[in-house]
């Protein structure tokens, strides 16, 4: 059963790696809205809405907005950080993505699809949660709603 609103944000423990995370503490989330974003190599639609995803670090920052990426293998060939890495260049990632490779991540937050994303608010509350690209089309006017921003 997925998540359900309200729920409070599962603990990112567990990862196999990460990158992007210098300075990185998953306890520094506490008191900011925060995008979690599943996606994987092997993902299509992950890909065409990468910029997209990457963009909202940027653009929201200023309101306080914090996105992690948790790539989430779908087939064993997703297994490869290497091509976890290459992504990660092409797509000029820049938010701190975890490597799930044992999905304990993504069994933290009952979750199936890639991308899917999970906004929590300052509280660490759920507040939305999507998948696939026609759920990716309410993620933006959702984070802007959640920070009071005029759409």
């Given amino acids: 059963m997925p998540m359900r609103l309200k729920t409070p944000m ?43 995803v990457v963009s909202y670090v940027h653009a929201y920052k200023d309101h306080g907005l914090k996105v992690v990426g948790i790539h989430m293998p779908k087939q064993e060939s997703d297994l490869d950080v290497e091509k976890v890495k290459k992504d990660i260049q092409q797509y000029s990632i820049v938010q701190p993505v975890a490597v799930d490779n044992t999905h304990a991540i993504t069994d933290a937050f009952e979750n199936q699809f890639v991308p899917a994303f999970f906004l929590f608010d300052k509280e660490g509350k759920l507040t939305y949660r999507a998948a696939g690209d026609k759920g990716f089309k309410n993620v933006k006017p959702k984070i802007e709603e959640l920070l009071g921003i005029n759409q």
């Fill in 10 to 52: 599962p603990s990112l423990d567990g990862a196999t790696e990460w990158f992007n995370d210098e300075g990185f503490k998953p306890e520094d989330l506490a008191g900011h809205p925060v995008l979690i974003h599943f996606w994987a190599v092997s993902c299509h639609i992950c890909h065409e809405v990468m910029d997209e």
